[in-house]
């Protein structure tokens, strides 16, 4: 009669796991046909990658369920005296608990995961930045460690151990830390708010507060990585360029204001050297003709009229380019058409003792 009891609760528990598998494949279906559903009806990519990603873990939870239900079918089978199949059972549960609980753990990480992952693709896609590759698997390892370690506190504090003297002492260590590496997490969370808050990208031509101007070649979670002129990297803290005023050339627009000043004599017509000055900006292949370039009277100097010609070029890297051209077309062409370009002049006067001056 025993071995007939135990047979039967055995194929019971056979039958309780078998159907928790089969269970687990019909929810998955389920879960296929609701998300086909669900994106048909909106254009939000979440909630289908969400049930994607419980489609995967479905299976093991319904597994995992019935096996718990197996064992409670199988302790039916045996007496409270029979210690050792009791002791068996028992460990088997304490097992079951700790893969049951990590395992809700990892699919509960997956789940934030993705809704991060969604957030800052879409974060992304909007600024044109590459924030996803560049925070995206730190974030993850950090949510990873988290959701496990609170997987540890609930195993331990399910079987009785005590976990207030262990969080008092993960403070204490996480203070020492943070003390400890308080620059490194201050240049870590600047380098956050860089990437999230965008006020510069890679590509842009950015001047630092200490004068230096460069292109942005890398936004790093320490560091910003700057490439100038001589093809050296500068490398800045994120902290310190978030606390800095930074002059972004490539935001929100690339094209850049060039200028040139030039000094004509006393005496120039005017008209006829502004028309010059416009002929030159509107032959020339890298100025933009909308706005258009202008020429104004910005001094009267003591040696000459100065003049400056304003004009639009598309982007930074061609203002140095089209400033030293349009100079180069200007002192060729004021020698053509006998424009005078004057020198400094001093006037010295000598008063001698008698009370007569000589110039």
Do not use: C
Not at 60 to 68: A, E, Q
Not at 168 to 186: F, H, K, N
Not at 341 to 346: A, G, N, Y
Request: hydrophobic share 50%; glycine share 4%.
């Amino acid at each position: 009669m025993f071995e007939n009891k135990l047979l039967s609760h055995i194929i019971i528990s056979v039958f309780i796991i078998v159907s928790s598998y089969f269970l687990g494949k019909i929810g998955k279906f389920l879960l296929k046909i609701i998300g086909k559903y669900i994106s048909s009806r909106t254009k939000n990519t979440l909630d289908d990658q969400l049930i994607n990603e419980s489609r995967k873990h479905i299976t093991l939870l319904f597994v995992l369920l019935g096996i718990y239900f197996a064992i409670q079918e199988l302790r039916k089978a045996f007496l409270p005296a029979d210690i050792t199949a009791t002791q068996f059972l028992k460990y088997a549960e304490i097992v079951l608990y700790i893969v049951a609980v990590f395992a809700v753990a990892r699919f509960v990480s997956r789940l934030i995961e993705t809704i991060f992952k969604w957030y800052i693709d879409n974060v992304s896609d909007r600024t044109q930045s590459n924030v996803s590759a560049t925070i995206a698997p730190l974030t993850n390892k950090i949510i990873r460690v988290v959701i496990f370690l609170i997987g540890v506190i609930v195993v331990l504090d399910h079987f009785g151990i005590n976990i207030g003297s262990l969080l008092v002492s993960l403070g204490v260590g996480s203070l020492a830390i943070a003390l400890a590496a308080q620059d490194t997490i201050a240049n870590m969370i600047a380098g956050f708010v860089i990437m999230l808050d965008q006020p510069y990208r890679i590509g842009d031509r950015i001047q630092l507060p200490t004068g230096e101007v460069g292109d942005v070649v890398e936004i790093g979670l320490r560091s910003t990585r700057i490439l100038n002129f001589d093809n050296n990297y500068i490398i800045a803290p994120n902290a310190d360029l978030v606390k800095s005023k930074i002059i972004n050339y490539s935001f929100p627009f690339e094209s850049i204001r060039a200028f040139v000043d030039v000094s004509v004599a006393y005496g120039t017509d005017i008209d006829k050297a502004r028309e010059i000055l416009l002929k030159l900006a509107d032959q020339h292949p890298k100025v933009l003709k909308d706005p258009p370039p202008e020429v104004f009277v910005i001094e009267l100097a003591p040696s000459g009229i100065i003049l400056r010609l304003n004009m639009r070029t598309s982007e930074f890297k061609n203002k140095w380019f089209v400033e030293t051209s349009i100079r180069e077309s200007i002192y060729k062409i004021f020698q053509q058409e006998d424009i005078i370009i004057p020198l400094p002049q001093h006037v010295v006067r000598i008063i001698k003792e008698d009370g007569t001056q000589t110039t």
